[in-house]
């Protein structure tokens, strides 16, 4: 069997284009994100001349972030398969299990905000929008990141992994067998080489994924592991797939393009704007002006010479720089819009409703962005929490055949979000146009509201009145309506003339049938 070392060096000449662009991609954004000397213990990074490119990173990866990882409410959804509802599960027992299903998604999404998935995500998102790839290792101490120079992959023809090899750089007094290994070093040694090269292998086999962990070659003991094929906690991701290829493609390199011509524009206009800012004076050999009394003298001050002996060095391109800042305008709104970033019209005529179109038009371009991170990260992030939360007895287990996880964020809640706008642009039409009455009259207001809650993702148990609950309280209301009326009406037939008893000895009878017609006291007769 081939040891990691070596598979790894062998799948590293496949990566190698896609490291090379990525670190050109990253220069001209975040340059620590991946650094191109990654043994130093310190590497110094040329600050890029621009800053668009690491506004626009950590615009998108945030707006990224908040649409996968949603931090008010749960990103899945556990539901019931309505093919086994009414044979195996009873249908009056429906909301009752959906009730459990909350708090178990509760209880998970309580450990994932207990834990630093969270900035780990962050990380890997923006290595996503710079590099176009990053790996995720869910592990017992919590989630890692591995940016594209620390790992290798390998897929199929489908595009599904089937090997995963990381390199990383651990302390030999960490790995406890410090006299197995060759060369250790003396205490005169460097701190680079007390580290040691650790490498892991990941394997997909037919029972499902098996890793170990190796260093010189050497087999670390007690590194082995296992897991279910849909479980495992190694997630290799990528940002945009190209058939045939093993690694993604980034944001960045889709506009690497206008960052270049941009950087190229930014430092000509750093430069040649410091050379104009400069300030130097001419004095004329023949001038009977010293240079060293106009050198020396203050504001104010009065010195004996001819002004036209004195001039001021002028660069005299501001219209060449008037031609380079139009065009790093222009680069710029173009790189906004790449990376969703809101520039909002400044003007006096902006109104609420300008600013709300732009921001949704450019929340509408994430669609294709979501879908892939739905597949590739979602699914299997979730997979592999309740996997662990239900082997560490912190969840009960689900069943399988009966309930099925569903993801509800990414690109389902762009869905949502956009048949909530279209919902209450339907009913605002709808009262302009034919006015209130209209509402009252054609619209089903008990759909309404269960379609505005089911477009904003929030439960309506227990929360909205059932048309039961309504009919039943319409019903009483009637009923005290009613009781008032019959009260009202016998007090004032109770004050005629013909029900006093000194007058009509019949009326007593009459007033206590009455009375027990409406279950009270008879009406006392007004005097």
Known sequence: MAHARNEYNKLSTNREQFLNVAYDCAELTIPTLLMR?????????????????AKGVVTLSSKLMLGLLPPSTSFFKLQLDDSKLGIEIPSEAKSEMDLSFAKIERMIMDSIAASTDRVQIFSA??????????????????????????YVVDRDGNGNVIKVITKEKVNRDQLGMVKELPNSPNNNDSDHEKDADVYTCVKLTPKGWIWYQEVHDILIPGSEGKAPKDKSPWIPLRFVTVDGEDYGRSRVEEFLGDLKSLESLMQALVEGSAAAAKVIFTVSPSSVTKPQSLAQAGNGAIIQGRPDDVGVVQVGKTADFRTAFELVNVLEKRLSEAFLILNVRQSERTTA??????????EQQLGGLFSLLTTEFLIPYLNRKMHTLQRSKQIPSVPKNLVKPTIVAGINALGRGQDRDALVQFITTIAQTMGPEALQRFLNADEAIKRLAAAQGIDVLNLVKSMEEIQQEQEQQQAQIQQQELLK?????????????????????????????MGGQPPQPQE
């Open 37 to 53: 000397d990654e043994n130093a213990n310190y590497t110094e990074f040329k600050t890029p001349w621009q800053s668009v490119g």
């Open 125 to 150: 998102i923006k290595h996503l929008v710079v590099t176009g790839n990053s790996l995720l290792y869910m592990g017992k101490d919590g989630m890692k990141v591995y940016p594209l120079n620390r």
């Open 353 to 362: 409703e300008e600013v709300r179109m732009t921001q949704m038009e450019l």
């Open 489 to 517: 009406q016998a007090g004032q037939f109770a004050s005629a003339p013909a029900m006093d008893p000194s007058k009509n000895p019949e009326a007593i009878p009459a007033m206590q049938a009455m009375a027990g017609a």
